[in-house]
């Protein structure tokens, strides 16, 4: 399976746990052998040097593929099989969204607020948890695709957005 792992590689989306969360899953599904696909840019030498030692010493260079920033999430989504979120916190995000509209199953971590904005079944509190979501709990693609919409149709949110402008610009009621 393929992996994918997105974001700006920062201390808030918590690159070391996803690492070692990847880890876990390889040390169980030897038959598998999973790979992890990294989209984003390093916004430190610290976690560009952790990354690369911990490369060094965990043996997996050839099994983590850093694809640099992508412009085009879509596209570089489209032969992965999972996505990955290790974050510690998040707004709402984006390319969960994206991975779901498309039939990929996240394996979210439960930054505070997940439950809020995703399905329970696809957070993950720790490794043995991260394990179950990965090789458990059934793949939906259907469903993915279907909660998304339902919650997330970009016709809805435009007008929320378009709500909350008219109420903090006081706008109600003036045309134009």
Not at 40 to 51: H, I, P, R, V
Not at 60 to 86: N, Y
Not at 113 to 142: K, M, T
């Amino acid at each position: 399976p393929k992996i994918a792992w997105a974001g700006r590689v920062d201390d808030n989306k918590n690159l070391p746990l996803a690492l070692e969360g990847f880890r876990f899953i390889c040390d169980r599904a030897r038959i598998m052998q999973p790979h992890l696909y990294i989209a984003g840019e390093f916004q430190s030498t610290q976690a560009y040097d952790y990354a690369g030692n911990w490369l060094k010493i965990s043996g997996m260079e050839d099994r983590v593929h850093f694809d640099g920033w992508q412009t085009d999430m879509d596209a570089w989504l489209e032969d992965k099989d999972f996505l990955f979120i290790s974050s510690t916190r998040e707004g709402w995000s984006y390319v969960v969204a994206e991975a779901m509209a498309k039939g990929i199953k996240p394996l979210i971590h439960a930054w505070p607020g997940a439950e809020l904005a995703w399905p329970q079944r696809l957070i993950w509190r720790n490794v043995s948890e991260l394990w179950d979501c990965f090789s458990s709990r059934p793949y939906e693609s259907a469903f993915y695709r279907q909660w998304v919409a339902e919650r997330y149709d970009l016709k809805d949110q435009l007008k929320a957005m378009h709500a909350v402008i008219e109420e903090r610009c006081g706008l109600r009621g003036e045309k134009g």
